[in-house]
Structure formats: C-alpha cells, structure tokens
C-alpha cells in the first residue's frame, strides 16, 4: 500500500474571488462543471451546506512540485457555487476545496485539506495514493478510523488524489447514433482490455485500448459473426478499492466510478495518455465512429449506483466532501450511516434532484457528445428505489424514457440489487429492456444440471419452463394472455454475462474456483447451474460430450424469442479456469486468448451459422408474443406444441419429465420459411414424428450433435420419423410456398 507520492507541495496561492458568470441566474443553478470560453471557463459546482467553494487551479512543474492558485466562488444560488475563472485552458489540472461544518454526525464531511474531483469533470488524470491524507477523518496506520469522534483530518490530500481536468471537446469526425432496430440487435458483451489484449492483427501498441476495439481485425471479427451491438464494461473513470490495493490487485472490471463524464484513461493508448484527457476522449469518439461505420452499436455499462467513495469510513474524493446527504442514500434514523444497497458500501439516492440531474446530464452527454447508441444500468433497482421499495415509475425513469435524447436509445437493466425487494426482473417500464435472469437459470438448468439428474439415475423437471423462456418470456414482459406488455425484444436473453462462468466454464467445472482473488474462494455465487460432465476441470476425455451441451445452450440462446446477448470470446470457447468473478483479474485469466483449436473454430463456425439463420430469418425475431392461434392471413397458429408422436401437446403432459422431448412449431405467417425445432432433453435417443404443418417436407438446417454446421441432404416428410439424439436440438425449415 502507497503512503506517499512522487509530487510535493508549496503553499497555495489565493488569487482572488471568481468574477460572476455572464450566465442568468436559473441556467447557473442547474449548468453544473466545465464550460471553456475563449478568455476562461465558466464553472458550477453543488455543494449545498458549504460556508465557502474555492476552486484550485493545480499547476505540476517538471520536478512534480504541485501549486495552486485558489478562486473564492459565488453562492450558493439554489446550492450552486459558481464563477468565472479568466485565462483558464484545456489541459488545466483542477479541484475544489470545500468549507464548512465539520460534523460526521450529521453527515457534515466539509474539508478544505481535500482536494475533491469536479462530478461533472470530462476528463481525470493523476495518481491514486492511497494513504491517510485521501481520508477527511483522522486514520491510523492501517486506515481505520482513530477511536472515538471522528477527528477532522488537516493532511492535504492533492498530491495523492486524481485531479479534474479541463478538456478540449473538439473532434474533427463524426458524431451521432446508428439506431438499429431491436428485432436485428445481437449484443456482445465484453471489456475494453480483455477483448483486445491477444487479438491477432491488432497492433501490441493499440491493445486493450479503445483504439484496438475499433481497430480493422477487431470489427472484422465482429462482424463475420454477426454483432451489431458492442455492449463494453464501464469505461467511465475508475478507481481501485482500498481492499484491492492491499492486496495487489485492481479494479478490472471497472464497477467503482470515479467520474460520470470522463472516460477511464487507462485504456487509452500510451500517445493519448501522454497527451492528456482531451486526447484520451478523442479517442473514445473515434473508437465509436468506426464502429457506427462498421454498422455496430456501442452500448456502455454504467454505474449510477454507488462511487467509489466506499462506505462511511471510506475515502474522501468527490461526493461525500461536497457533500453527502446531497448524493447519498442515508439511513432513516441516523444521518451519519449509509444505507447499502449495492453492497459496496455505498449507494445514491435517486430520491434526491441533484442524483438525479447527475445521471441524467451524464446520459445525456455521452449520446451527444460521444454517440454512444445505449446504456445497460448496474444494479438498476438502486436507481428506481422509494427507500425500501422500487418503484417502476420511478421519475428518474420517467424523466429518461421521456427525455427527448434519451428515449430513442437502448436502455437496458441490470433488474435487481442487494436491498430489500430488489430482484425486479420483468418490472421496469417500456420502452427499457431486462436483462432475463430467468432465461439464464432455465437453459442451465435444463440442458446441465437436469442432465446430470439423469445420468445420476434421478427424474429431471419438466420443460415447461424453457418452453416460456423459448417463447419470449411472456410471464414476465406481457401482461396477460393477450399479446401486448413491453414485448419480446424486451428480454435481453443470456446464458453467461461477466459475471459468472464461461460458456466452457459451465461445462468443465462443477464448482467456482476465485483462489486468484484472494478471498478465500467466498466470493463469487455459488447458484451457477453448471455441469462437469464427470471430472472437475479440463479433461480432453469429456471434451465431445461438453462441446454437444454447449452447442445446446448456445443454440437455445440464438433461436429463443428475445434479444440475445454473449459474452466475448464465448464463441471460441474461452475459459477462465473456474473463477467465476474475476473482477480483480487484468491479466490472462480474464483477457480472451485467440489462439484457438480446431474444435474451436468448429464451435465459432457453429456461432456464426446460428448467427445468420437468425439474421436472415424472421421466424426467429418475432416482435409479439405468441397467441397459439392464426396470425392474419395465415393458416397455421404462430406457434404450436407437438409432442415427439407428431400429435399436438396436451396440456397435462407438460407437468411430466417425458415432456423434455418435444417439437415447437414457428409460423412465418406465410412471408418467411416456418420453423420447426425437436428438441430432446432425455439422455437416450428418440424418435420424433414429423408433424402436418403445411404438408410440406421440412429441410435439416443445424442438428446440435455436429461438431460442426454442414450441409444436409435430409428431407423430412410429414408423418414420417427421425432419429435425435439424446440431449440434442434439431432445427428444420420449411419454405410455406
């Protein structure tokens, strides 16, 4: 752990009270951070309890000597201090200085020894030491708080914090959104670092960088499996936890936000870095224009939940100096304790305007400055919460799902959190997307662990919870029997996401195995529905069984109603030996390995045909859900359930495990091939009938027993049998002309 810092100090330098802003008063109140003039910037900050706001301009010399050059703001005005600072430029390292009541107690953390970030900052640069003087109260040796009353802390915190600074928005390319449609979006889920770090093609310079994302090999990758939708891991400004440093590890993941509007600079490359934030987010712009060249999306995971700030005894950065009753969710019956529901220590409030405006501004800017096509909310629930209840019209999503720059994009949600009612899967508002949990826990759980019920000799459950999951999720996105809700596409259907096992991960291995983390193997979930197939770990015996199991979950995942989403690098069968949360791993157990062999590129060929039959088909991207009855004009119902005898599948039978073979039967309403799917969940082979449908032969398109996808000769005539294979998935199309 780092108790000093490579800068110094000399005493700063009080220049003077800012001038008033040229800005009328209501637009001040509510235009908060960094506006650049040509003779300086205007600046506004929320700190509603403060006595006095000083923002520090930092100078750092060659020999790392820090100056400040201090400004008095005006205020407050509706809790906004604000001024205008002459001669101030791009590339001008910055902070604020807060004063005022020092009382733990009751929530009151003002100290001018800390140098806070601006919340509203585009860009972040500077070393983080974690020591004493990043703290406002008074810490020992190991960073616990002195015994007794917390102790105001006077160690000046500049020299070991990150600093704002002032950017240059200036971009010579384009900027704007693609807009895809849900019913072609494919998402891919992947980090910045991770997906680029051992790609072939990509230049060492530009790997795990932004650059690299953008970079010709990565997109050619993306695109000849048929992505159009780059979801990456946070990116916004990021900071290690103190556990984490303790340890020696980071914060790969990058779930500990640091600032809301600036990019993390770490994954810039060396030359952007080096040349300072504006570099650093022009960088981000132009990975984002090539990829709305290519045609892919760019959704960003973001973190309004909780800071990095930590729990009540945790680090003073930003929020909690500037104040944190103005951010922070506190408890009912002591202001001086959080009230966590994210598990991280700490969690926003959106109950308070100024969160709100926060995260909304922050949204906001990254579409219009930065073209980012959508977001996907960690820990949603937090930012839909009354206190103990969420509320699904929450006005934070009423004011994002109405806002005219916000409501066209993707907006998707993380649906749960770690408070009290806080799994909401299905119950946030239209037009926003779920991520289904429910879809992840049924495809498990009927192709793993319901498999190796049977081979232990045991009865398995019924199908009638994938059969939802396969259908759309109706139960949890419409409302009622009657078509209609916020509709299919508003399942973000997964089978694995960061956090968790690999798709390999899920067949090799029964348990999690996070020793790397350095916890004692405790974290991580211990529910992964997962399936070894015999033997812990990598055994080249059990790879053909394994492989057949993946091809199911990924087959289920690209030919179920809903949206799919992967996980990067699934589709070559990467692994990360077992560890199941590898958040504190940037290194080679969570970077993807590219080097792949010959069953790899097998299993990516038959990713990438799953792929296309989807893309070209849309029998398979049904927008409502299914009646069971005739769509308009057709003759056939949009969908039907036959068992394996060719007859149609009697209510009663789907309470019995010998419903784990059966046939579902899409409708192209007469515009599009139908769709026939056998599948079959028992471990022995069984014979399927082929059922009417039009009275015409269906074609073999993909049988999940291939090792890879290949041309059929196989006709299957109505009323006649064929063969599957037990734990197996058959797909047949029909032209209905």
């Given at each position: 752990?780092?108790?000093?810092?490579?800068?110094?100090?000399?005493?700063?330098?009080?220049?003077?009270?800012?001038?008033?802003?040229?800005?009328?008063?209501?637009?001040?109140?509510?235009?908060?951070?960094?506006?650049?003039?040509?003779?300086?910037?205007?600046?506004?900050?929320?700190?509603?309890?403060?006595?006095?706001?000083?923002?520090?301009?930092?100078?750092?010399?060659?020999?790392?000597?820090?100056?400040?050059?201090?400004?008095?703001?005006?205020?407050?005005?509706?809790?906004?201090?604000?001024?205008?600072?002459?001669?101030?430029?791009?590339?001008?390292?910055?902070?604020?200085?807060?004063?005022?009541?020092?009382?733990?107690?009751?929530?009151?953390?003002?100290?001018?020894?800390?140098?806070?970030?601006?919340?509203?900052?585009?860009?972040?640069?500077?070393?983080?030491?974690?020591?004493?003087?990043?703290?406002?109260?008074?810490?020992?040796?190991?960073?616990?708080?002195?015994?007794?009353?917390?102790?105001?802390?006077?160690?000046?915190?500049?020299?070991?914090?990150?600093?704002?600074?002032?950017?240059?928005?200036?971009?010579?390319?384009?900027?704007?959104?693609?807009?895809?449609?849900?019913?072609?979006?494919?998402?891919?889920?992947?980090?910045?670092?991770?997906?680029?770090?051992?790609?072939?093609?990509?230049?060492?310079?530009?790997?795990?960088?932004?650059?690299?994302?953008?970079?010709?090999?990565?997109?050619?990758?993306?695109?000849?499996?048929?992505?159009?939708?780059?979801?990456?891991?946070?990116?916004?400004?990021?900071?290690?936890?103190?556990?984490?440093?303790?340890?020696?590890?980071?914060?790969?993941?990058?779930?500990?936000?640091?600032?809301?509007?600036?990019?993390?600079?770490?994954?810039?490359?060396?030359?952007?870095?080096?040349?300072?934030?504006?570099?650093?987010?022009?960088?981000?712009?132009?990975?984002?224009?090539?990829?709305?060249?290519?045609?892919?999306?760019?959704?960003?995971?973001?973190?309004?939940?909780?800071?990095?700030?930590?729990?009540?005894?945790?680090?003073?950065?930003?929020?909690?100096?500037?104040?944190?009753?103005?951010?922070?969710?506190?408890?009912?019956?002591?202001?001086?304790?959080?009230?966590?529901?994210?598990?991280?220590?700490?969690?926003?409030?959106?109950?308070?305007?100024?969160?709100?405006?926060?995260?909304?501004?922050?949204?906001?800017?990254?579409?219009?400055?930065?073209?980012?096509?959508?977001?996907?909310?960690?820990?949603?629930?937090?930012?839909?919460?009354?206190?103990?209840?969420?509320?699904?019209?929450?006005?934070?999503?009423?004011?994002?799902?109405?806002?005219?720059?916000?409501?066209?994009?993707?907006?998707?949600?993380?649906?749960?959190?770690?408070?009290?009612?806080?799994?909401?899967?299905?119950?946030?508002?239209?037009?926003?997307?779920?991520?289904?949990?429910?879809?992840?826990?049924?495809?498990?759980?009927?192709?793993?662990?319901?498999?190796?019920?049977?081979?232990?000799?045991?009865?398995?459950?019924?199908?009638?919870?994938?059969?939802?999951?396969?259908?759309?999720?109706?139960?949890?996105?419409?409302?009622?029997?009657?078509?209609?809700?916020?509709?299919?596409?508003?399942?973000?259907?997964?089978?694995?996401?960061?956090?968790?096992?690999?798709?390999?991960?899920?067949?090799?291995?029964?348990?999690?195995?996070?020793?790397?983390?350095?916890?004692?193997?405790?974290?991580?979930?211990?529910?992964?529905?997962?399936?070894?197939?015999?033997?812990?770990?990598?055994?080249?015996?059990?790879?053909?069984?394994?492989?057949?199991?993946?091809?199911?979950?990924?087959?289920?995942?690209?030919?179920?109603?809903?949206?799919?989403?992967?996980?990067?690098?699934?589709?070559?069968?990467?692994?990360?030996?077992?560890?199941?949360?590898?958040?504190?791993?940037?290194?080679?157990?969570?970077?993807?390995?590219?080097?792949?062999?010959?069953?790899?590129?097998?299993?990516?060929?038959?990713?990438?045909?799953?792929?296309?039959?989807?893309?070209?088909?849309?029998?398979?991207?049904?927008?409502?859900?299914?009646?069971?009855?005739?769509?308009?004009?057709?003759?056939?119902?949009?969908?039907?359930?036959?068992?394996?005898?060719?007859?149609?599948?009697?209510?009663?039978?789907?309470?019995?495990?010998?419903?784990?073979?059966?046939?579902?039967?899409?409708?192209?309403?007469?515009?599009?091939?139908?769709?026939?799917?056998?599948?079959?969940?028992?471990?022995?082979?069984?014979?399927?009938?082929?059922?009417?449908?039009?009275?015409?032969p269906f074609d073999l398109v993909w049988d999940s027993a291939e090792p890879r996808p290949k041309r059929f000769d196989e006709l299957a005539l109505p009323g006649s049998t064929v063969m599957v294979n037990g734990q197996s998935i058959r797909l047949?199309?029909?032209?209905?002309?």
């Open positions: 752990m780092t108790r000093t810092s490579r800068h110094a100090r000399t005493p700063a330098r009080y220049v003077a009270r800012a001038p008033e802003q040229t800005l009328p008063r209501r637009i001040r109140a509510n235009r908060l951070g960094v506006t650049v003039l040509p003779d300086g910037i205007d600046v506004s900050v929320v700190s509603t309890h403060a006595s006095l706001v000083e923002f520090c301009a930092v100078d750092i010399d060659g020999a790392g000597t820090i100056r400040e050059r201090r400004f008095a703001l005006n205020g407050p005005e509706l809790g906004v201090w604000s001024g205008f600072i002459p001669g101030i430029k791009p590339g001008q390292h910055y902070g604020f200085r807060v004063h005022g009541r020092w009382d733990p107690d009751a929530s009151m953390r003002h100290n001018p020894a800390k140098l806070l970030v601006d919340p509203y900052a585009l860009g972040v640069a500077g070393d983080y030491d974690l020591g004493p003087a990043v703290y406002s109260h008074q810490v020992d040796d190991s960073l616990h708080p002195l015994p007794g009353r917390r102790r105001l802390s006077e160690l000046d915190s500049a020299p070991h914090v990150p600093h704002s600074v002032v950017v240059d928005e200036s971009y010579d390319g384009p900027v704007g959104t693609l807009d895809l449609p849900w019913s072609t979006t494919v998402i891919y889920e992947a980090h910045v670092r991770g997906l680029t770090m051992a790609m072939p093609g990509v230049p060492a310079h530009l790997r795990g960088t932004y650059a690299g994302v953008a970079h010709p090999a990565t997109i050619t990758h993306l695109k000849e499996l048929g992505i159009t939708a780059l979801q990456l891991l946070p990116i916004h400004a990021k900071l290690p936890e103190p556990f984490l440093i303790e340890k020696g590890l980071t914060n790969y993941w990058g779930y500990n936000t640091l600032g809301f509007f600036a990019p993390e600079p770490s994954y810039a490359t060396k030359a952007a870095q080096e040349a300072g934030p504006s570099a650093v987010l022009r960088e981000v712009k132009g990975m984002v224009s090539l990829l709305h060249e290519a045609g892919i999306e760019v959704i960003l995971d973001v973190v309004y939940n909780h800071t990095c700030e930590a729990g009540i005894d945790g680090p003073t950065l930003s929020w909690r100096g500037l104040g944190e009753s103005s951010f922070y969710m506190q408890s009912g019956t002591n202001p001086a304790d959080f009230w966590d529901v994210t598990g991280t220590g700490n969690s926003l409030d959106f109950r308070l305007r100024r969160v709100t405006q926060m995260a909304l501004d922050s949204l906001r800017y990254w579409v219009e400055k930065v073209g980012i096509d959508g977001f996907r909310f960690d820990l949603a629930v937090t930012l839909g919460r009354q206190g103990r209840e969420f509320i699904p019209h929450h006005p934070f999503y009423v004011a994002m799902t109405t806002d005219p720059v916000l409501r066209s994009r993707k907006l998707i949600n993380e649906p749960w959190d770690l408070g009290p009612n806080g799994w909401r899967t299905g119950q946030f508002p239209s037009p926003t997307a779920d991520w289904n949990d429910r879809f992840r826990n049924a495809v498990r759980s009927f192709w793993l662990t319901d498999q190796r019920v049977q081979v232990d000799g045991h009865k398995p459950h019924d199908s009638r919870e994938l059969v939802t999951r396969l259908s759309g999720s109706a139960d949890l996105f419409s409302r009622g029997r009657t078509p209609g809700g916020r509709g299919t596409f508003a399942s973000i259907n997964f089978i694995t996401a960061h956090d968790g096992f690999t798709l390999r991960d899920l067949v090799t291995y029964d348990g999690k195995h996070n020793e790397a983390n350095l916890e004692g193997n405790r974290d991580g979930t211990n529910d992964n529905r997962s399936w070894n197939h015999g033997a812990e770990g990598h055994n080249p015996e059990l790879l053909e069984a394994r492989l057949k199991s993946m091809r199911n979950l990924i087959g289920t995942l690209l030919l179920s109603s809903g949206t799919p989403m992967m996980t990067a690098g699934d589709e070559i069968a990467r692994t990360q030996d077992g560890n199941n949360n590898p958040y504190c791993q940037d290194n080679e157990l969570s970077w993807i390995d590219w080097r792949t062999e010959p069953w790899q590129d097998d299993f990516h060929a038959t990713v990438s045909h799953l792929l296309q039959l989807r893309r070209e088909h849309e029998v398979f991207r049904p927008a409502g859900f299914f009646s069971g009855t005739p769509r308009t004009g057709d003759s056939l119902p949009d969908v039907t359930w036959i068992d394996r005898g060719g007859a149609e599948m009697p209510a009663w039978k789907w309470f019995e495990p010998s419903s784990r073979t059966f046939q579902m039967l899409r409708s192209g309403g007469g515009r599009d091939v139908d769709a026939l799917l056998m599948i079959n969940g028992l471990v022995d082979d069984a014979e399927f009938t082929v059922p009417t449908g039009r009275g015409r047949y199309l029909s032209n209905p002309s």
